[in-house]
């Protein structure tokens, strides 16, 4: 166990990440956006498995954990929202559902 | 303990007429009444008895409780001269205040009282607390009631009324607040002792910059509240919108709140930087006598023409505050009871006019002297009041201001005696308006006082005769106080003079 | 160049390419694959980072559960062929353009910070799922905690939106006329 | 201490008059109303009549100090009254003319509506112009002489339906509370320089403290003239009198023309020390006598209206007494005060009597013989008249103009000057007095007379003009038979005048000159206004500019109205709306702009707000690099 070097592992948490970001952008499909979001969290959590490696602590790992549940947790009612949209407008259109303007 | 039986009574006097009112609406007029009238009595009873304490060294009624110990704050209420009688003045002008509301309120009954005495409390608090911390509880206590007062049964263009009282009041008060917490950390990082006791933090040495920024934030509170051009332009609208009760207690005791701030907080605990800053206070002093005058005799409407001229009296306030003699302290002190009585009168009369022709336009009114002469001679004591005219207690008031503000400065006296002219300018044109020239269509829907209208004005009408011809009760009873603030800007300019001539 | 770089290399390029095809598909599921592909590829990358308990939980959380989630929604929606259509009129080249700017100047930000920012290290030693453990129930217990209110509030959140009722509408949703 | 320690009453029995009808007046029947008006002066009067004997017996100075008023520091203003002869005369006229002129209101006012409001501020102002003169500090007097100012407000403005009434009252408590202003800037002035607004303190102390001459004690004598000149109707604020003429007749008796105006010659009277501490000062004095006694008595030369020719004509006495005050002649202004009081009043009320008699007519040459119709006016009017004109020998008028035109030429500070002002002045009063009795009692009857005076309005015209007459006696020139009754009975209040050496040989030429200045007056105006008919139309029409300049009184009331009431009318209607405001207005009208900009970028578009977020993280990240 040696001998990467942590800016390679996270040079590659930032070309994830700005994958994701560049398809949250483009995308108007809610799902696709939804997707693209977890992506981003991935790519975040590997940041933090390369910090932790470095220190040899077990906190990176935790913190992956903890953007793990929140994935979860978002996921889930991200999807019941989906559903309750698609129901609503019969389309996953991010720009029809504009009605919350000031 | 007395001081907070004061303010308690009237809490719990309000949580009470709130709740009775779901009941019977008159009841909770009667409890409100009765509530004020207890702490009226009880604090006359109280100036009577001590009167002979008044030249002592101590304060007349103190009291003092730990509460939370660990931040410093403590139940500390305590009374002077100048607190016993700004009291009375605010449970008289509180009983006033419900006795007018008697037949102009009729919806949320309970929940109008709930305010009214809400008020009184928060300001009966600010006039006996010592704890700088509940100082502006109290002073929250009194803004938001009020907020609720002028929103809710207050005229055509109340809300707007309304809020723009609570952003300007707010807004002032969180700067005090920030001066408060700069004093108390300032005082505490020096000495180790984190309080917000009033002695205590009179003794902390905060340096000259300091000093001056933490002076403009308690500053801006009382500046804004008194008010002092170019702050004052909430007070028109808030005093004209407001329910006859509520422009009563603004003009009559929220002003004086002002005032009383400037004299027990901000002199004695900077009074370097309030030295500094006499100038130019009495320079906004005397353009608010001569703006507020101007802008009397400019409007149309009765309680906005009597709202400017508050802005009027309360320039000769600032001007005498920061003349710094005895004679100019002692003035303010008058005219703080003399326009809380005289201008609290001219709006009971707005609101008596109010409730017999539905509205406040000068122009539609005249010639209501034939049929009302009653209301007429009242209004013209308290018009003449407003003039300065000798033997009412206005006079006093101003007399000894421009007489102090002489020692100050002449210019600026000479400035703010031509504010007397321009007061009898607006003041004659009230009575011009109201109830000489030929009779409107209006006269005819005029009737004389009711006996409740009686019972408010003719009290304030002897009061401020004689207050006029006596007003020596008062000077007495506030002798001390004043002579102590005076006491230490006096000391702060000794040194002064003493470091300067050490240090040339 | 030893193993582990070489298998970080490998699974790395695996992972961004899989990547810019989950972002590029218009069909839902072939992007879902590919996304499976990428946790899969990431997981080993973590593995060779010397964390094999987040490797797992990579492999059984992410691609496990969260996708299959995702799939099921996808299936309850009962999309058409349409669907696909639509998504390739919406990806149009030119939306690309900006997003891709803009990213392409992040990207060149963080590149800057990461290699003049002195973030020179290796990872030495793997981390056991023993570690994690002792680490996440004994300091970090009050965020465990945490995280299972959050897994609980989310659980009620998804029950209470997700339910299907016929006429109530959610009343974030509701329509309004304006 | 004898009859003396009563003095409290006097002022306190019109007072209580005063407060019993206004709180019950409305409720009280004509003749109840009337008892108390007119008893409480009357004992009042009464009162004085007893301490004046009392005082005459045993001269001296009484203080009496009722309560201790303000105490707060070195000011100490108690409610005291001081009795000295000075002031024993001037309470003397007050209540006694006061009396009558109340006794003479009883049938005038009888038919009124607001019978106890009047009878109420008439003995109010009894009260205010009472402790005006037996105030023993000067804020005490400051009282007295802003509730005689009120009272004269509220009694110009008596019939309030018409607004012309009430703007003559607002003119003339604004334009005196102009003069107040001063005055208070002057006690302010005063009470800095002697830590007490005590007369005597004051006047004791002023010697020692200021030097002759002093910059500072002009200052404050300016200052206290300024007061007087706004109350005694002096130039540059004498313009409120004439319209202050709206009032009831009576008011104008006893208010405009025998007490209040004149108190400001008391007021400089009694200051007399600080004045003659400053020649510049007594100069001053003299000069606003002199020209105010002039201008005056050319407009009332010119007016149409009874009681307005009576008001200039008042004014211009009054610039006598000014005049007499400039050159130092102490008492000879006292006593032509005391004169001008009795023959005043009296001509008002003869006026009073006749524009009653006429339906309100006040234009004299719609008059005209009068003569025959109303005998009793018509003897007291001449009497008074004559007094006015200073008829040489027989009338008190002639007695203490006289003494002021001896003073105002022979005096060490009078010059030739102001005394031919006062001469050209004695010319014109001659004239419009003759102009006045001619056009009213003579020629043509053009109104009918419709109601003749009752007792109570004749006696007390009677009583007038026999004291009119006589009271001249009081003080003869010595080269006369020489009574002093008047000088030396102020003697120890005021300094004598000092006359220049070597100069009491021309008295007779310079009292001969003045009767016969009088008697060619008189004549000139027999011969315009009623040997040739038609003459003073001719005048009239050869010059209508000065004519009506003259008849405007100088064109003051334009060149006020240009110079102070336009400007502050258009700058309180300008600034109605409260310019302050609206720089809040401002900053709430930015924020709300500033609020609708912002929230358009709320569109509801999910990914503008990623890319918001996106663009908000790279500003972030490159200001984390590039600083």
Known sequence: ?102 | MTLIAFIGILMAGGLLAWIIARWNETLSRWIALTVVLIDLMWSVAILVSRRPDFSGTDWLIRFDYPWIGRFGIGISVAADGLSLVLLILTFFLGAVSVVVSWREIRDRVGFFHFNLLWVLAGIAGVFVVIDLFLFYFFWEVMLIPMYFLIGTWGHENRRYAAVKFFIFTQASGLMMLLSILGLYFIHGINTGTYTFDYFELLTATVGTTAGRWLMLGFLAAFIVKLPVVPFHSWLPDAHSQAPTAGSVILAGLLLKTGAYGILRFVLPLFPDASRELASIAMTLGVAGILYGALLAYGQTDFKRLVAYTSVSHMGFVMLGIFSFNELAFQGVVMQLVAHGLSTGALFVIAGALYERIHTRDLSLMGGFWTGTPFIGFITLVFVMASLGLPGLANFIAEFLILNGAWQASHALTVAGAMGLILAMAYSLRIMRKIFFGPASDMASRMSDLTLREKVVLVPMTLLVIFLGLFPQHVFNASEKTVKDILGVVMRSQADAIQNANENP | MNTDLLIFFTSGAVAIVATILVITQYNMIHALLYLIVSFLALAVVFYVLGAPFAAALEVIVYAGAIVVLIIFVIMMLNLKKDAEEQEKSWLTPSVWIGPGILCAILMAEILYVLLAGGFEGNATQAVGAREVGRSLYGPYLIAVELSGLLLMAGTIGAYHLGRQRRKVIHRFLEMTDE | MNAVQYLWLVPLLPLLGAVLLIVAGRNMSKPIIASIGAGSVGLSALTVIVIGVAFLSNPDVYEISVWQWIAVGNLTPSIELHLDALSLMFIFVITFVGFLIHLYSVEFMGEDSGYARFFACLNLFVCSMLLLVLAGNLVLLYLGWEGVGLCSYLLIGFWYEDPKNGYAARKAFIITRVGDTAMLIGLFLLFATFNSLDIETILSAAPSRWEQGSSIATVAALLLLGGAAGKSAQLPLQNWLPDAMAGPTPVSALIHAATMVTAGVYLIARMNVLFELSPVAMTTVGVVGAVTLLIAGFSAMTQTDLKRVLAYSTISQIGYMFLALGVGAWSAAIFHFFTHAFFKALLFLGAGAIIEALHHEHNIFRMGGLRKQLPIVFITFLAGAASLAALPLVTSGFYSKDMILWYAWAGEKGSGLLFIAGLVGALVTALYTTRLVIVTFFGYANTRVSKRPGWRMTMPLGVLAALSVVVGFLEVPHNFWHAQLISGFLGGVLPAAVIDSGIEAYEWALQLLAAVVTLGGIFIGYFVYMATPGLHELVKKKFPTLHQLMYDGWGFDALYTLLFVKPVTWLARASRGDVIDGIYTGIAWVAIAANRAIATTQNGVMRWYVLGIVVGALLIITLGILV
Request: no cysteine; net charge neutral.
């Open chain 1, 1 to 102: 166990m040696n001998a990467i070097p942590i800016e390679y592992g996270l040079i590659l948490a930032g070309i994830l990440f700005m994958l994701g970001m560049v398809s949250v952008l483009i995308r108007r499909n809610i799902i696709f956006m939804l997707i693209s979001v977890e992506i981003m969290l991935n790519a975040a959590g590997l940041a933090f498995i390369v910090a932790g490696s470095k220190w040899t602590q077990a906190d990176g790992q935790i913190m992956f954990i903890f953007i793990l549940t929140m994935a979860a947790a978002e996921v889930s009612v991200g999807l019941a929202l989906i559903l309750q949209i698609y129901h609503q407008l019969k389309t996953l259109d991010t720009d029809a559902a504009n009605r919350m303007k000031g």
